[in-house]
């Protein structure tokens, strides 16, 4: 079964599909000036290992007056300047190649984000849904990966918490409509993938964007 580690690499596949592209949140290549410019354009940012899984090395970063915090495996830390928040993502990524998404203001329950896992699974020919499921992040976390101490709750469940019940279905069927077209993408680009996991989360505002794509969706 063929595995796509780059997250880089299957975002340029999706973000050529002007229906899904709108779903994918802003994002670029690490650089010190790409940050800056995001962080002008964005309340915050996450920055995020290129490959990477289970939410590991992961960092929410924000401006505040002239100083920045940075939000990593719990901890919270401000940094009075540029250079030494520059340090700490080196330090953190461990010169691992970044890529920098728009920070999305997840709806939340508890006052904890909450974002979703769609799995698919390929059977014979056929595309088969396999799971729809919430992920609550661990209190004091935003990062909602299980192996991070997040909580698994049903799809539905977990939708019909944040909004009203009369959007839960069209909030499910944005979420396995978007993976389906996916699917249909990234197999085109990538013969011979058999699973896939799709991470998305939904804004306060109740739109639906696309976070990650993993070939081996745990």
Known sequence: MRLVASKWSKFAVLLQHSGVAKHIPA??????????????QFQFVVAKPIVGTGGSRVMKIQKAGNSYMLHSAGTRTM??????????INRISQKRP????QGIHLATIDG????????????????????????????????T????????????YA????????????KIDTMVGVSRTCTMLLEAKYPGIGMLG?????????SVWIFEVNTKPH
Do not use: H
């Open 98 to 101: 970044l890529m920098i998404q």
């Open 145 to 156: 990966n299980l192996c991070q101490g997040g909580t698994q709750l049903r799809g539905r």
């Open 112 to 143: 904890r984000p909450v974002d979703y896992r769609v799995k698919l699974a390929k059977v014979g020919r056929k595309w088969e849904i396999r799971a729809v499921v919430g992920r609550l992040a661990r209190p004091g976390l935003f990062v």
């Open 27 to 40: 994002m670029r290549r690490y650089s010190a000036e790409n940050l800056a410019a995001m962080l002008r």
């Open 159 to 170: 939708v019909g918490w944040t909004f009203p019940a009369a959007q839960v279905k069209s």
């Open 198 to 206: 799709y991470d998305f989360g939904i804004d306060k505002l109740g």
């Open 79 to 88: 940094y009075r300047n540029w250079n030494e928040l520059l340090q700490a």
